[in-house]
């Protein structure tokens, strides 16, 4: 049996007449760089998140370079960040001249590390990036009422670029911060069939200054007022995720379903094993699902050459990466995040996902550890 980290064409069979017939739109139009398409996703992704401004980007690193870049921070200035998340998350950050700091984990949730990061904060400390790491939210409210205590107001900046549509309390993560970033890479809840991302901001000015940053810096055609890059989400691809937005809560929803039965199966005859924690006051929409488990390398190489597309996020935390080795971070800095980097797995999930294949998922791993 072979069953990817994610199955793609599964879904496309499910949408395949809309999706040609929005990409025909575009096509007959003309109009593949802004317009029609365009306009429309940015003001429905804004309702649904909840926020007044929707600003589209080339990607999810984009959304946070430039979202960072529009607050003018100055390159004495810090921003923390955890360790175990995509390096796109820290890119923004150094891409700004500013300098990361890479705060521990927590080992339920693998969010932030409050006892660290209450250490870390300091007079340079302008922004904390909280990941909504594999769909699930942070403790918002935690972090926020930790900041709310400094003299100095300190940022919150969400990187929800593999939670789109979950939540946090009453409302959907992407809507509690100065900025949140989203990515559209196709593997996401909500992808295009290429690169694409978005900011979404309750803040005008932040919103005003991104897509002036995002066009080359121009405030009308050739005149450019600040430094820019070009920095653009295509017609073709606003049209692509205007069709599966309309599907992303019911896709959720069966992403909800598959992940309890992974939990119950595996905590039914697997009790060893760490599963994903689900709390009263945040609604995971499982982007990965994500287990702890003894002899993680072996067990990946097992279930791999059983066809079954299982795979680390991540293996390495940022902090240990060759790219911030001139930050000075050395091996046992950060115990949390290296202890659970080299435990974590992530099934194959996906809203397709049969129980059959779950079975046999749960199966393998069984057989695995009876060996």
Same mark, same amino acid.
């Given at each position: 049996? +072979?069953?990817?980290?994610?199955?793609?064409?599964?879904?496309?069979?499910?949408?395949?007449?809309?999706?040609?017939?929005?990409?025909?739109?575009?096509?007959?139009?003309?109009?593949?760089?802004?317009?029609?398409?365009?306009?429309?996703?940015?003001?429905?992704?804004?309702?649904?998140?909840?926020?007044?401004?929707?600003?589209?980007?080339?990607?999810?690193?984009?959304? $946070?370079?430039?979202?960072?870049?529009?607050?003018?921070?100055?390159?004495?200035?810090?921003?923390?960040?955890?360790?175990?998340?995509?390096?796109?998350?820290?890119?923004?950050?150094?891409?700004?001249?500013?300098?990361?700091?890479?705060?521990?984990?927590?080992?339920?949730?693998?969010?932030?590390?409050?006892? =660290?990061?209450?250490?870390?904060?300091?007079?340079?400390?302008?922004?904390?990036?909280?990941?909504?790491?594999?769909?699930?939210?942070?403790?918002?409210?935690?972090?926020?009422?930790?900041?709310?205590?400094?003299?100095?107001?300190?940022?919150?900046?969400?990187?929800?670029?593999?939670?789109?549509?979950?939540?946090?309390?009453?409302?959907?993560?992407?809507?509690?911060?100065?900025?949140?970033?989203?990515?559209?890479?196709?593997?996401?809840?909500?992808?295009?069939?290429?690169?694409?991302?978005?900011?979404?901001?309750?803040?005008?000015?932040?919103?005003?200054?991104?897509?002036?940053?995002?066009?080359?810096?121009?405030?009308?055609?050739?005149?450019?007022?600040? $430094?820019?890059?070009?920095?653009?989400?295509?017609? $073709?691809?606003?049209?692509?995720?205007?069709?599966? $937005?309309?599907?992303? =809560?019911?896709?959720?929803?069966?992403? *909800?379903?598959?992940?309890?039965?992974?939990? +119950?199966?595996? +905590?039914?005859?697997?009790?060893?094993?760490?599963?994903?924690?689900?709390?009263?006051?945040?609604?995971?929409?499982?982007?990965?699902?994500?287990?702890?488990?003894?002899?993680?390398?072996?067990?990946?190489?097992?279930? +791999?050459? *059983?066809?079954?597309?299982?795979?680390?996020?991540?293996?390495?935390?940022?902090?240990?990466?060759?790219?911030?080795?001139?930050?000075?971070?050395? *091996?046992?800095?950060?115990?949390?995040?290296?202890?659970?980097?080299?435990?974590?797995?992530?099934?194959?999930?996906?809203?397709?996902?049969?129980?059959?294949?779950?079975?046999?998922?749960?199966?393998?791993?069984?057989?695995?550890?009876?060996?």
């Amino acid at each position: 049996m +072979n069953i990817p980290l994610v199955d793609l064409s599964a879904q496309y069979s499910q949408i395949k007449v809309e999706v040609k017939k929005a990409i025909n739109d575009v096509l007959n139009s003309s109009r593949f760089v802004g317009g029609q398409q365009i306009d429309q996703f940015e003001k429905e992704f804004a309702r649904y998140i909840g926020t007044k401004y929707c600003v589209t980007v080339a990607s999810g690193t984009d959304s $946070l370079i430039l979202g960072i870049r529009a607050l003018n921070l100055s390159s004495s200035d810090e921003i923390i960040l955890p360790a175990n998340t995509f390096n796109a998350t820290a890119a923004a950050v150094s891409e700004n001249g500013i300098k990361p700091i890479i705060v521990d984990i927590d080992e339920k949730d693998f969010g932030i590390n409050l006892e =660290d990061l209450k250490r870390k904060i300091n007079s340079k400390t302008k922004a904390v990036i909280v990941v909504h790491l594999f769909g699930q939210s942070d403790k918002i409210n935690e972090i926020k009422a930790l900041l709310n205590k400094r003299s100095k107001k300190i940022l919150l900046i969400e990187d929800s670029c593999q939670a789109h549509g979950a939540y946090f309390r009453e409302k959907r993560v992407g809507s509690y911060g100065v900025f949140s970033g989203f990515s559209f890479y196709p593997g996401k809840n909500l992808g295009a069939y290429g690169w694409g991302g978005a900011i979404t901001t309750d803040n005008a000015k932040l919103a005003r200054v991104v897509r002036i940053i995002k066009d080359n810096g121009q405030v009308a055609k050739y005149k450019h007022q600040m $430094l820019g890059v070009n920095s653009s989400l295509d017609a $073709l691809q606003a049209a692509i995720l205007l069709v599966k $937005l309309k599907y992303l =809560d019911s896709w959720n929803k069966k992403r *909800r379903l598959i992940a309890d039965l992974y939990t +119950n199966k595996l +905590n039914e005859s697997l009790p060893f094993i760490i599963t994903p924690k689900e709390y009263k006051d945040r609604k995971s929409v499982y982007h990965l699902y994500i287990i702890r488990v003894p002899k993680r390398n072996k067990l990946l190489k097992y279930l +791999n050459e *059983r066809g079954i597309g299982a795979s680390i996020h991540y293996p390495t935390p940022i902090h240990l990466q060759k790219a911030y080795k001139y930050l000075g971070y050395k *091996r046992g800095d950060l115990p949390l995040s290296e202890k659970i980097a080299g435990e974590i797995i992530s099934l194959p999930i996906y809203p397709e996902l049969t129980e059959t294949k779950i079975n046999y998922i749960v199966d393998t791993i069984k057989n695995f550890y009876e060996i």
